[in-house]
């Protein structure tokens, strides 16, 4: 870590667009901060945090009982090396459980970072549904907490374009 003490979180995940670590990396370059990706597993919850940050989950299938330590698929880890090694920051990668906004804002809670970078999702109609029932990440981080959200675009959609949710199109 840095000895500014200084951290921006950035949520990751298998297959993200590389913009957002490139624009994640700029940031943390122009506040001297180090960049800790956060991966959440969604499928699991915290079962016991320890202070150094390890965490242990539990699958919500509650016919499952599986406690184990959360971890970083190592291709992910590699594809997180592949953007980001090279540039002029400090990063590292930390494993999460549970709903992402809430697991993203707990890890910069804990860290007191300046502030949390997502991306937004390829736009679609399923995924735009979801969004529009369950709150996309950016939004629910930006009512829920009180440091700065920033949410790369990916494939915005032009000003004269019908939005994702009205054009049946877009699927």
């Not at 969604?42 to 009982?65: K, M, N």
């Not at 990668?93 to 697991?103: K, S």
């Not at 970072?113 to 995924?127: C, D, H, P, Q």
Request: proline share 6%; aromatic share 6%.
């Amino acid at each position: 870590m840095n000895t500014s003490g200084r951290h921006i979180v950035v949520g990751v995940f298998s297959g993200q667009p590389s913009d957002v670590l490139e624009q994640a990396a700029r940031f943390a370059h122009q506040f001297s901060a180090d960049l800790v990706c956060g991966y959440v597993d969604s499928t699991r919850y915290v079962a016991e945090e320890r202070p150094d940050g390890t965490i242990f989950s539990l699958p919500i299938d509650p016919d499952l009982v599986d406690l184990r330590e959360e971890v970083v698929d190592p291709r992910l880890e590699a594809e997180i090396a592949r953007n980001l090694d090279g540039r002029d920051v400090k990063w590292m990668v930390r494993a999460l459980a549970g709903d992402p906004a809430e697991a993203l804002a707990h890890l910069a809670d804990q860290l007191d970072a300046l502030l949390i970078i997502v991306g937004t999702r390829k736009a679609g109609i399923r995924r735009s549904l979801h969004e529009f029932f369950d709150g996309s990440v950016g939004a629910r981080l930006a009512h829920r907490q009180h440091r700065p959200v920033v949410v790369i675009p990916l494939n915005p959609v032009a000003t004269d374009s019908e939005l994702p949710w009205n054009d049946a199109s877009s699927e």
